[in-house]
C-alpha cells in the first residue's frame, strides 16, 4: 500500500516562506503525476499545482510565481517550496501521487497565515 507523509506546514506571517515535504514510500517513477492541493475551511479541495512524469507542470492561477513543486527522486520526496504566504493560502495542504489506475494521498499538514 502506498504511503504519503507530509510535513512543514505550521504557522507563519503574511508575506512569509514555508516548504512543505512529502515522503512516498515507493519510488517516484511509479507514478505519472505528482501534486499537491489544499482545503481551507468551509471550502472544496483544490489543486495548487499538478506535475506529470514528464515535466509538464500547471499551477493555480492563485499561487503562480509564488510556489514552486520538486522532487528529490533519491530519496522519494516531493516538496512545495512557498514563498510570499498570504491569508487566503491559509489550507489544510495534501500531497497526492497519482498511476492510471489509483489515487493516492496523504494526511494533510496545516499550513496557517496570519494577517
Known amino acids: 500500500q502506498v504511503q504519503l507523509v507530509e510535513s512543514g506546514g505550521g504557522l507563519v506571517q503574511s508575506g512569509g516562506s514555508l516548504r512543505l515535504s512529502c515522503v512516498v514510500s515507493?519510488?517516484?517513477?511509479?507514478?505519472?503525476?505528482m501534486g499537491w492541493y489544499r482545503q481551507a475551511p468551509g471550502k472544496q479541495r483544490e489543486v495548487v499545482v499538478t506535475?506529470?512524469?514528464?515535466?509538464?507542470?500547471n499551477y493555480a492561477d492563485s499561487v503562480k510565481g509564488r510556489f514552486t513543486i520538486s522532487r528529490d527522486v533519491v530519496k522519494n520526496m516531493v516538496y512545495l517550496e512557498m514563498k510570499s504566504l498570504k491569508p487566503e493560502d491559509t489550507a489544510v495542504y495534501y500531497c497526492?501521487?497519482?498511476?492510471?489506475?489509483?489515487?493516492?494521498w496523504g494526511q494533510g499538514t496545516q499550513v496557517t497565515v496570519s494577517s
Open positions: 506535475r506529470s512524469s514528464d515535466g509538464r507542470t
Open positions: 497526492n501521487m497519482k498511476t492510471y489506475r489509483n489515487d493516492y
Open positions: 515507493e519510488t517516484i517513477f511509479t507514478f505519472n503525476v
